[in-house]
């Protein structure tokens, strides 16, 4: 399988210079849907992949015992750090297509618009049975698929009227829960969810649990 994570680094590197401010449809959507979730957070020990600039970092924080957002991106993690301040936040910088370089068991995983850029579903999926504590909850927030169908994918400005691509991969449904439940996982819930200004589903969650 293509290994593009060198360049899914670089592009949010470049990115993360107007992630926050450009038009996003698919990240403001991301963040209203994950504040819909019935988390129960008190007391909780969650883990962020993707956590990104922090948008959503914060929320989690506010909620949760602690929160350890995890990002390939340098750029973005700046970013985060300089936005966040809490005492309760700790952010890694790491790959999540290599293994995980993590020990503690943790309550919650949530993963927001980060597995459009893996090709390999399942090795994500293996780690994240492997931090969880039994019954932990496996939180997925994903570009729907339909979308994906439609040419949809992560993209920014060049700054001259023209759009960079970050490297991304299609993938199914079936795939995500089938790779879920091959790995150790029951699915508890799905989701599929749009804007005003779609007429088809925009973002598709999943909410699996460990065994």
Avoid at 102 to 115: P, Q, R, W, Y
Wanted: hydrophobic content about 40%; some cysteine.
């Amino acid at each position: 399988m293509p290994d593009t994570s060198l360049q899914v680094q670089s592009a949010y590197n470049e990115w993360v210079h107007q992630y926050d401010s450009n038009m996003n449809r698919t990240r403001d959507l991301n963040a209203q849907v994950l504040r819909r979730q019935e988390f129960n957070l008190a007391g909780k020990v969650v883990l962020e992949i993707g956590c990104g600039t922090g948008l959503n970092t914060i929320w989690l924080a506010d909620k949760a015992r602690s929160v350890l957002g995890m990002d390939i991106s340098d750029g973005m993690l700046k970013k985060a750090r300089a936005r966040i301040g809490k005492s309760n936040v700790q952010l890694l910088q790491a790959d999540v297509t290599k293994p995980w370089p993590l020990h503690t068991a943790f309550d919650l995983i949530v993963a927001n618009l980060i597995l459009e850029h893996v090709s390999n579903l399942t090795h994500v999926f293996r780690e994240a049975h492997r931090v969880l504590r039994p019954t932990g909850l496996y939180y997925v927030g994903e570009l729907h698929p339909y979308k994906q169908l439609r040419g949809v994918q992560a993209k920014y400005g060049d700054g001259q009227g023209g759009e960079i691509l970050v490297p991304a991969f299609r993938h199914s449904v079936s795939e995500y829960v089938n790779a879920g439940i091959e790995t150790g996982f029951d699915l508890r819930q799905m989701g599929e969810w749009q804007d005003d200004a779609d007429s088809e589903p925009r973002f598709l969650t999943l909410l699996f649990q460990r065994r």
